[in-house]
């Protein structure tokens, strides 16, 4: 056997086993760390062959060092914390896992942005309370199929979530520059632009990856566009909604509430948290989950084992199948 090592630079799973069963039989040692930060990662995984990546950053700096690596193979969708350029500058390859979940992370945002539109976190906290009545909602409550849905972005996932919630008669409306009005309308959403969107959506649905031109994209400008009764969804990542804008607008009343699956600061990806260094887990009409939106036994198994097939086929000297390309 070649005795390659993998290492995985972090992880919250209760085991390596998934990775071991793909990656043992060519002879790979498989080593668990958890440097969730990615500081140190150079030097503890310094004879590393191919990287499984959970949160942890892998910038240029730590790269540079990482001279027998072969493959960064990460275990979710985005790459945003991989320094795609500066790896294959180096000689290796990023891959991802651009598939799994897609049923899941919609059905996290549509069960969010039902809770919310229904103001069921309200009705639950007035029955704890003792109170009995229909105007506990705190809130307006309207009809789905009189409401319209906006999607920012228009990838996979959001054009699952396109195809579940017309179920429920809502209008759906669909900001993304890179796809074509006739694509949208097969699922049946009208393109528009972001401003209309924001305007007219009783739900603005985040499902746009986070690169530098969205970090942001939902900033104090766009909230300020928002009707009053909407709710803002995000389950793609944090750094997309600015968290200090989202607050002001909570705490003011431009927008009814919030759902997120994570927020600007990552605590996933952090070393130490606290959520009171965020004031948005302060407020009762915002509501979030700590990025759990992925989360099912099938789709945990499937990440893990798509990213070590992915390390296997490069270790083999094949091509990987979830290549992610430099951005040129």
């Given at each position: 056997m070649a005795?390659?090592?993998?290492?995985?630079?972090?992880?919250?799973?209760?085991?390596?086993e998934?990775?071991?069963?793909?990656?043992?039989p060519?002879?790979?040692?498989?080593i668990?760390?958890?440097?969730?930060?990615?500081?140190?990662?150079?030097?503890?995984?310094?004879?590393?062959?191919?990287?499984?990546?959970?949160?942890?950053?892998?910038?240029?700096?730590?790269?540079?060092?990482?001279?027998?690596?072969?493959?960064?193979?990460?275990y979710?969708?985005?790459?945003?914390i991989?320094?795609?350029?500066?790896?294959y500058?180096?000689?290796?390859?990023?891959?991802?896992?651009?598939d799994?979940?897609l049923?899941?992370v919609?059905?996290?945002?549509?069960?969010?942005?039902l809770?919310?539109?229904?103001?069921i976190?309200?009705?639950?906290?007035?029955?704890r309370?003792?109170?009995w009545h229909?105007?506990e909602?705190?809130?307006?409550?309207?009809?789905?199929?009189?409401?319209?849905?906006g999607?920012?972005g228009?990838?996979?996932?959001?054009q699952n979530?396109a195809?579940?919630?017309r179920?429920?008669?809502?209008?759906?409306?669909a900001?993304?520059p890179y796809i074509s009005?006739?694509?949208?309308?097969?699922?049946?959403a009208?393109k528009?632009?972001?401003?209309?969107?924001?305007?007219?959506?009783d739900?603005?649905?985040?499902m746009?990856?986070?690169?530098?031109?969205?970090?942001h994209?939902?900033?104090?400008?766009?909230?300020r566009?928002?009707?009053?009764?909407?709710?803002?969804v995000?389950?793609?990542?944090?750094?997309?909604?600015?968290?200090?804008?989202?607050?002001?607008?909570?705490?003011?009343g431009w927008?009814?509430?919030?759902?997120?699956?994570?927020?600007?600061?990552?605590?996933?990806k952090?070393?130490?948290w606290?959520?009171d260094?965020n004031?948005?887990?302060?407020?009762?009409n915002?509501?979030?989950?700590?990025?759990?939106?992925?989360?099912s036994?099938?789709?945990?198994?499937?990440c893990?084992?798509?990213?070590?097939?992915?390390a296997?086929?490069?270790?083999?000297?094949?091509?990987?199948?979830?290549?992610?390309?430099?951005?040129?």
């Amino acid at each position: 056997m070649a005795g390659y090592k993998v290492y995985i630079s972090d992880f919250d799973y209760p085991d390596n086993e998934v990775e071991k069963s793909v990656l043992q039989p060519i002879g790979a040692e498989v080593i668990g760390l958890q440097c969730r930060t990615g500081e140190g990662l150079a030097e503890q995984a310094a004879d590393a062959d191919a990287i499984l990546q959970q949160y942890a950053k892998i910038p240029r700096s730590t790269i540079e060092k990482l001279t027998r690596c072969k493959a960064i193979c990460r275990y979710g969708t985005g790459v945003d914390i991989v320094d795609v350029e500066a790896a294959y500058e180096h000689g290796m390859v990023v891959t991802n896992v651009p598939d799994y979940a897609l049923d899941e992370v919609a059905d996290h945002s549509i069960a969010l942005a039902l809770m919310l539109v229904r103001r069921i976190p309200w009705y639950a906290a007035a029955t704890r309370a003792g109170k009995w009545h229909w105007s506990e909602s705190k809130g307006p409550l309207h009809r789905l199929r009189d409401s319209t849905w906006g999607l920012i972005g228009f990838g996979r996932i959001a054009q699952n979530i396109a195809r579940k919630v017309r179920a429920f008669h809502f209008r759906i409306v669909a900001y993304d520059p890179y796809i074509s009005q006739g694509f949208m309308a097969t699922f049946g959403a009208e393109k528009v632009p972001l401003e209309d969107l924001l305007a007219r959506s009783d739900v603005v649905d985040v499902m746009c990856p986070h690169t530098p031109e969205t970090e942001h994209l939902v900033d104090e400008a766009a909230l300020r566009r928002m009707k009053r009764t909407a709710v803002l969804v995000n389950c793609a990542r944090g750094k997309i909604v600015d968290n200090r804008a989202l607050y002001q607008a909570l705490s003011e009343g431009w927008i009814a509430s919030a759902g997120l699956d994570d927020t600007e600061e990552e605590p996933a990806k952090l070393g130490s948290w606290n959520p009171d260094d965020n004031p948005l887990f302060s407020l009762e009409n915002c509501i979030i989950t700590p990025h759990v939106a992925y989360v099912s036994e099938g789709s945990l198994e499937e990440c893990r084992r798509v990213a070590a097939e992915n390390a296997k086929a490069v270790l083999l000297g094949k091509t990987p199948p979830d290549l992610v390309r430099p951005r040129r």
